[in-house]
T-cell receptor, first 110, second 117 residues
Framework: LAKTTQPISMDSYEGQEVNITCSHN???????ITWYQQFPSQGPRFIIQ???TKVTNEVASLFIPADRKSSTLSLPRVSLSDTAVYYC???????????FGAGTTVTVRA | GAVVSQHPSRVICKSGTSVKIECRSL??????MFWYRQFPKQSLMLMAT?????????EQGVEKDKFLINHASLTLSTLTVTSAHPEDSSFYIC?????????????FGEGSWLTVV
């Protein structure tokens, strides 16, 4: 399984942009990169997924450089409700078994 | 998006008894479901992978006779914690992979809190 490395925690303030970088040096050719958000006592919620370059949806952007050895989740204009743990995961093709790393605890302050 | 539902959301059982947690995919068929457990302030730990109609594949260190997993249909997987003990108290989460979807179509349930007293 491709191992991922993320910062343990990040602090931010309301209205700021938060960028979380994940390293996945051993990513395989057919792996996708997926980010999940988890609030306490809830299951992880899908945020965004990408393979290469840039992906944007209504809540976030995902930037993936050409070598795909890292990715950056960008949360624009965060609010207090964005305080959560964010996980970066890398799949393994068709046998997509998700293994979670420690995740990044993002704390948004007023 | 697709919905995965777990039941019960919270359960308390006595030590030595068994408890069953259900995981249902509500609007899609799931060929593969995954079971995780999560202790407070820790990450999710994959316990097992279940494929519809076949035996589950357990991760190293997970007792298959203690955590019974059944995936009898394309929309339902169950996790039974047998002879539960207080150390089994945890947050259990399932996820499901949509049949026919690409390998990256995974949806998570809301989780189930198990407390063994």
């Amino acid at each position: 399984l491709a191992k991922t490395t993320q910062p343990i925690s990040m602090d931010s303030y309301e209205g700021q942009e938060v960028n979380i970088t994940c390293s996945h040096n051993n990513i395989a050719t057919n792996d996708y990169i997926t980010w999940y958000q988890q609030f306490p006592s809830q299951g992880p919620r899908f945020i965004i997924q990408g393979y290469k370059t840039k992906v944007t949806n209504e809540v976030a952007s995902l930037f993936i450089p050409a070598d795909r050895k890292s990715s950056t989740l960008s949360l624009p204009r965060v609010s207090l409700s964005d305080t959560a743990v964010y996980y970066c995961l890398v799949g393994e093709g068709n046998d997509y078994k998700l293994s979670f790393g420690a995740g990044t605890t993002v704390t948004v302050r007023a | 998006g697709a919905v995965v539902s777990q039941h019960p959301s919270r359960v308390i059982c006595k030590s030595g008894t068994s408890v069953k947690i259900e995981c249902r995919s509500l609007d899609f068929q799931a060929t593969t479901m995954f079971w995780y457990r999560q202790f407070p302030k820790q990450s999710l730990m994959l316990m097992a992978t279940s494929n519809e109609g076949s035996k589950a594949t357990y991760e190293q260190g997970v007792e298959k006779d203690k955590f019974l997993i059944n995936h009898a249909s394309l929309t339902l997987s169950t996790l039974t914690v047998t002879s539960a003990h207080p150390e089994d108290s945890s947050f259990y989460i399932c996820s499901a992979r949509e049949a026919g979807g690409s390998g990256n179509t995974i949806y998570f349930g809301e989780g189930s809190w198990l407390t063994v007293v």
